[in-house]
């Protein structure tokens, strides 16, 4: 009776663990409300990349799905680990091995002190022979064919839980490289429109050098009429000069993230690669939900649960490494003298039996693998709990940033409208001597520089959104 109590008793404590995110303490402390609210844009339709109604981000997602090295890799990675798990999974059934084998064996008699005489008289050709009118030998021929099974059998559950163990890490594996995959994507995006924000700087900055070169020009008209004075000549020469070199620094920055673009798509960078003149103003619809519903929706929360769970199987699996294995061994085939013969039934030849080998003295090495199993799980746990909090902050943090966002647009949006208004304005006073020619150059300036502030506000408001969507994991 006590054996069997005992034997309960190290079944049960070698069971693996059961572990949800409803384990984990933060998870208890998770609001049922999100703190800032999303914004809504349910008038958006279609997958996240349509969205955008940019038919040149769609042609650069085509590309970058085919032509990617990267996501190539990934791809290569996941069907690495596929290959890893049917590994593990091949230790669940028998193992069958099958073999051919064939000897002769040509043994020396003399040393033994046997003659002919041992023999009978005249010796048989096929196994003694006489060399050099002396030497007797003895010579035979053996040939097989065998089939051999080996299978453990799972009374601890050590072989359920490697298993399970490596289910889990592939699960890890497989929400990695989905995520990085999803993740690539959303940086392509971002470097997309970085693109496309940087092409409309440098038209800006055209814009702005043709503006400022067609003041200077007037002042340089009026200066030879001797009407402006040298100081308004020098200072709108002096503008002209900024703007140009303003100019060809927005250009530099085009053509290297066109470059960078090119060469995501698996292109050679040539600089040349054509992206859409305006920035995207429709965006993705995310329903946000409830917080606790991202534990279901971001692949890493996923990965490190998966890998919780493998460790928990590990840790069983290093308990039931101290108990005795059952092997169950069985052998099947023929052996004859004759080759011909190994496919006779009458000379076949069969085995089978039970090992069980229990570990003595294993230098430590089992209770050092229990230790590391059980620190392992411990790194598990903290490692999701860590997973989820970033989870949580990055969509807090992304969804106050669309409220910010929105504001610093509308600020931006009405400077560049007054900012407009007064150069008009100070053009005309200029033309009408009311104002000096230092007014007019800083009512321009202020209008240029808030144009810009509205293309990276607008820039902004799309990388905010592509990081909600990556924090949610998806627009579903």
């Given at each position: ?70 996501l ?5 990675r ?8 049917k ?6 059934v028998?193992?069958f ?49 065998n ?22 890490n ?23 429109f ?27 008209a ?5 009407l ?17 070199a ?58 490190s ?8 199987h ?90 910010s ?22 053009r ?7 104002v ?41």
């Amino acid at each position: 009776m006590k054996f069997y109590a005992i034997t309960l008793s190290v079944l049960f404590y070698s069971c693996a663990e059961k572990f949800t995110t409803s384990d984990i303490p933060i998870v208890d402390s998770v609001p049922p409300s999100w703190n800032a609210p999303l914004i809504d844009s349910s008038n958006v339709i279609g997958k996240w990349w349509d969205a955008f109604d940019d038919s040149s981000f769609i042609k650069v997602l085509a590309e970058f799905n085919e032509n990617n090295p990267d996501l190539k890799t990934l791809a290569s990675r996941l069907k690495i680990a596929k290959q890893v798990l049917k590994i593990n999974k091949a230790i669940r059934v028998p193992s069958f091995n099958v073999g051919i084998n064939g000897s002769s064996r040509k043994q020396n008699l003399s040393a033994f002190g046997l003659s002919d005489d041992f023999f009978g008289g005249e010796p048989d050709s096929s196994q003694s022979s006489n060399i050099g009118g002396g030497v007797n030998s003895f010579s035979s021929s053996n040939f097989g064919l065998n089939l051999t099974m080996q299978w453990e059998v799972d009374v601890w559950g050590r072989v359920f839980n490697s298993v399970s163990a490596a289910k889990k890490n592939y699960e890890s594996i497989h929400s990695d490289l989905s995520f990085l995959a999803f993740s690539m994507k959303i940086q392509l995006a971002k470097l997309y429109f970085s693109t496309v924000e940087a092409y409309e700087q440098f038209e800006l900055s055209t814009e702005t050098y043709n503006s400022v070169s067609e003041l200077a020009g007037m002042v340089s008209a009026r200066y030879d009429k001797g009407l402006r004075s040298s100081l308004d000549l020098r200072l709108t020469k002096s503008s002209v000069s900024t703007s140009k070199a303003q100019m060809e620094s927005r250009r530099q920055i085009y053509i290297t993230l066109t470059r960078r673009l090119e060469s995501m798509l698996g292109k050679y960078p040539r600089g040349t690669y054509k992206v859409n003149k305006k920035l995207a103003s429709n965006f993705p619809v995310i329903s946000a939900g409830v917080p606790s519903q991202i534990l279901n929706r971001r692949p890493d929360i996923k990965s490190s649960l998966s890998k919780l769970q493998a460790a928990s199987h590990e840790k069983a699996e290093a308990i039931s490494s101290f108990l005795p294995k059952f092997i169950l061994t069985g052998s099947a085939g023929t052996s004859s003298n004759e080759l011909s013969d190994i496919l006779n039934n009458d000379y076949q030849v069969w085995s089978q039996g039970l090992s069980v080998g229990l570990p003595l003295f294993q230098g430590g090495s089992l209770r050092a693998n229990k230790i590391i199993a059980d620190q392992t799980l411990k790194i598990a746990k903290q490692d999701l709990i860590k997973v989820i909090i970033n989870a949580y902050s990055e969509v807090e943090q992304a969804l106050h940033a669309e409220t910010s966002n929105d504001i610093l647009l509308d600020a931006y949006t009405d400077a560049a409208e007054q900012a407009e208004a007064a150069y008009k304005l100070s053009r005309e006073r200029y033309d009408s001597g009311l104002v000096d020619l230092i007014a007019v150059m800083d009512s321009q300036q202020r209008w240029f520089i808030a144009r810009s502030q509205v293309l990276i506000a607008k820039k902004n408001k799309l990388d905010t959104r592509l990081n909600l969507l990556l924090a949610f994991g998806g627009n579903t």
